[in-house]
């Protein structure tokens, strides 16, 4: 399996056609991130649209997986829905390694199926099945039917999406092994539009680790840093929950769409209040000790007498934000309720969160009414909001029909743009101050992991606009390489780059641990240039009024260092594009 190019499957949905290829690469590009945009470049269409039947939909891992610890993500590429430009969304689960055993680097899907279908791969297999009989069903009722349809626990992945997906929702996520997802930018929809319910991987092939003392010690050092070190137990312990009282007491949390950035009452929502009674147990994905995913329960009475079944939910800052703090839903079980309607209809839960935040305090502006919501939405009323969900996923309503497109274009038909809690995408789960709210709005993937500007933002004053934007730059090219090696971002303090060098050593990808830093640029430029080709703009990009208008710790947000940095790292994201 350690190959000095890449192994990739293609299957074009519309003729049947599978094709195996080999493509160069591996020194230019690593795998991950970088393959996935380079495979984008070779079979994607920049300037057709996103649901165009011939558009990629693209599954990429790295050359580490398989071999250490964490290496566990997978990288999916498409053309989103969301703004029609090249994306990418990162989920982990059993998937990387399910590929890693179907004996792929990456898994390339082209066309559109004739019906409703589901595809399983293997190292030996490709095939399309028709499930028609699945379109429509809730991601539960799809992965229980598919799960007995197509045994083989622990070795497969199936990925699936739900009636938000198959509506081409851009809200629509790919789930992948229950707890896991490919969950912004509209993955989902892509699946639906390629009229794909499911895809299946079986890794069923095996291959010999390396030979040797060298690799065996590595891995060893690696794993008891992983496992025997402070260094990774924050995510075992609380897990990503802790962060909401740590951004509470520095007054950067989003509660109530942004209207306040603390508020004693999210004690209710903490990963400490989380822990004490709802946490029932820790999940990994495959080839991490560590098992981040913290996993509560949601009862429900069935029958009059004392009857009651129950339902697992996985839960992590992010979730907890959108639809807890951020819709001022501050009970930890009435968030669990939230999380398992939009995971049973398939929705990223961060963006619908923070858009039915918006429409709350539209609907209390006389923005919109009642006419258009449905229901009198209000903060903290997780049972209007369950039902909103379920509109959003089904787009019952032309209101619900554009909400779930995105918040700015709800806002763009009713107004309240000021208010959008929109950063590229809807925001993720952090008021830190500029740095963040620029990172996100320009970051390739609007998302908090694209650079640590999060992080920037907590470090005492003085700093300049060229120091951020450099700061920004040089973040995100560290994660590119990561996120091409597809390490888990969490272990991002165990992969130090020589550690990460004497890991592709010791496998036998000695060029590519020698070229790491040239390597990680072109990867950086690469994306960029994918991004900027397909459409972007940076100087398009706006930041809402209500981000000006919050304060943090650090008191006021500084709007003239904020519209400085907006234009300087746009400028630098042109520049890297070349
Ligand atoms: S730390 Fe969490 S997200 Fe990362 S690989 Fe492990 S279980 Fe998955």
Known sequence: MIRDHFRVLIVDLSTGQRTISDIDGRDTVAGGSGLAAMLFEK????????????????????????????????????KSPYHDQYAESHGGGRSALSLRFADADALVITGKAKSPSA???????????DVHYLWGTDLQVAGKILRRMFPGAGHRTILRIGPAGERQ????????????????????????????????????????????????KLFEEVYAKMTDTDMMSKYHNLGTPINVAVLNDIKALPIRN??????????????????????????????CPVG???????????????????????????????VGSMLGVMDCFEVLKLIDVAEKMGLDVMSPGVALAWATEALGKGIITEKETLLPLAFGDSTSYQAALRHMAYGTNEFYQLLSQSTMKAAERYGG???????????????????????????????????????YDQKPKGKTVEDAVKFLIQDEKGRCFLTSMVSCLFARGVYTDEVLAN???????????????????????LRWNMRIRSGFRPENVSIPKRFTEITTWKGQIDTLFLEDLKKEYGRKILEMAG
């Open 503 to 525: 890991c592709l050593k010791s496998v036998g990808y000695g060029s590519l641990a020698d070229n790491m830093d040239t390597v990680s640029e072109e990867i950086q430029r």
């Open 292 to 322: 981040c995913i913290h996993i509560g329960f949601v009862r429900e009475r069935f029958q009059k007498e004392n009857r009651y079944l129950y339902r697992q939910i996985s839960y992590d800052h992010e979730l907890i934000f959108a």
């Open 417 to 455: 743009g000021d208010f959008a809690c929109v950063l590229g995408q809807e925001m993720a789960g952090y008021a830190t101050g500029e740095t963040f709210f620029v990172s996100q709005a320009l970051g390739l993937r609007h998302s908090h992991l694209d650079a640590g500007g999060y992080a």
């Open 258 to 287: 942004l209207q306040a950035t603390a508020d004693p009452a999210t004690a209710g929502i903490t990963g400490e209040r989380f822990a004490e009674v709802a946490l029932l147990r820790n999940a990994a994905c495959a080839g």
């Open 43 to 78: 079979y994607g269409f920049l300037g057709k649209p996103w649901d165009d039947p011939g558009q990629p939909l693209i599954f990429a891992i790295g050359p580490l997986t398989g071999y250490f610890p964490l290496m566990s993500k997978t990288v999916c590429a498409f």
């Open 119 to 129: 595809l399983i791969v293997g190292s030996r297999q490709i095939e399309l099945k």
């Open 169 to 216: 929702s851009p809200m629509a996520c790919i789930t992948a092994d229950t707890y896991r997802h490919f969950g912004r930018l509209g993955g989902g929809a892509v699946m639906g539009a390629k009229n794909l319910k499911a895809i299946m991987i079986h890794g069923d092939a095996s291959f010999p680790l390396p030979e040797g003392n060298a690799y065996a």
